[in-house]
């Protein structure tokens, strides 16, 4: 399976992956989970994408630190690692394709939303249960598709400004993906071909993620909000479309 092909296809798919990783903070299995499951099965792509996102998480998330607020992250990050459990099991079990077009469609809803969305008003009081619902569901995405979408959705609504949004994120999913980690050594998800991708990502995530750093140096909030959004939209149809057409 490792031959030279797949080896400049999978660096190729990671590369441009961590790019958009070190421009906006998440986002690199929207972009390369696709790509590289034309080749490889979910199962060595979503935890063989986590051993490369955990340190780059851990990063990013020491790099802000002082903007986010820890009171409004640490509960919504326990209710998010409770549904990774389920959505692990998940994973183990041939689940069936109608789940990733569902979660397409969310996706791209919440996209729709975000992009016609008014100009938020940072004193009203959000609504508890609401953050802990998407947290827990988000959870489960997680588990089952490495993509915890639904939370950045949250975030990104809540936070104060861009630093507040990429610093929490990045926390909550450094956390999430030990977690997860944890549980894929422990029910042999983390198999040969999982570690093999691992160190083939190597060098792409360190240049993808210093080139997205670099680029996002150079780009104001607003054009990183909206880059964000469009992230939202091409995520959704391409969760969707590849649920549908290839059933998988």
Same mark, same amino acid.
């Given at each position: 399976?490792?031959n030279?092909e797949?080896?400049?296809?999978? #660096?190729i798919?990671?590369?441009?992956? &961590?790019?958009?990783?070190? !421009?906006?903070g998440?986002?690199?299995? #929207? %972009?390369?989970?696709?790509l /590289?499951?034309m ?10 994408? #986590?051993? @490369? ?6 990063? %990013? ?13 640490v ?5 998010? !690692? ?6 692990? @099991? /998940? @994973?183990? $079990? ?8 569902? *979660?397409?469609? !969310?996706v ?19 609504? =508890? ?17 490495? %993509?915890?979408?639904l ?10 400004? &861009? ?5 929490? $994120? ?11 980690m944890g +549980?894929?050594? $422990?029910?042999? /998800? %983390?198999?040969?071909?999982? /570690? +093999? ?12 993620? @210093? ?10 909030? =607003?054009?990183?909000?909206?880059c964000?959004?469009? *992230?939202? !939209? ?10 549908v057409?290839?059933?998988?």
């Amino acid at each position: 399976m490792w031959n030279v092909e797949v080896i400049f296809f999978v #660096l190729i798919a990671q590369m441009l992956g &961590y790019v958009i990783k070190g !421009l906006t903070g998440f986002g690199n299995p #929207l %972009i390369s989970a696709p790509l /590289l499951s034309m080749r490889l099965d979910n199962a060595i792509i979503t935890p063989g994408t #986590l051993l @490369l996102d955990t340190p780059i998480n851990a990063f %990013i998330a020491w790099k802000k630190r002082d903007q986010f607020q820890w009171q409004k992250i640490v509960p919504i990050l326990l209710v998010n !690692l409770t549904g990774v459990l389920p959505g692990v @099991l /998940l @994973l183990k $079990m041939s689940f069936p394709w109608v789940l990733k077009a569902v *979660l397409g469609i !969310l996706v791209l809803v919440l996209g729709i939303e975000m992009a016609t969305r008014g100009r938020r008003n940072h004193e009203k009081q959000q609504k =508890q249960w609401v953050g802990l619902a998407v947290a827990f569901v988000s959870g489960i995405c997680a588990g089952l598709f490495g %993509i915890n979408m639904l939370m950045v959705a949250y975030l990104e609504r809540n936070a104060r400004n &861009y630093d507040e949004f990429k610093g929490s $994120m990045c926390f909550l999913f450094l956390t999430e993906n030990l977690f997860r980690m944890g +549980i894929y050594l $422990m029910t042999g /998800l %983390i198999t040969t071909d999982v /570690l +093999i991708l691992g160190v083939i990502t190597v060098p792409a995530a360190i240049l993808g993620v @210093l080139a997205g750093s670099a680029l996002s140096k150079h780009l104001p909030e =607003q054009r990183m909000r909206q880059c964000v959004v469009v *992230l939202f !939209l091409l995520s959704g149809i391409s969760i969707f479309v590849k649920a549908v057409v290839f059933r998988t």
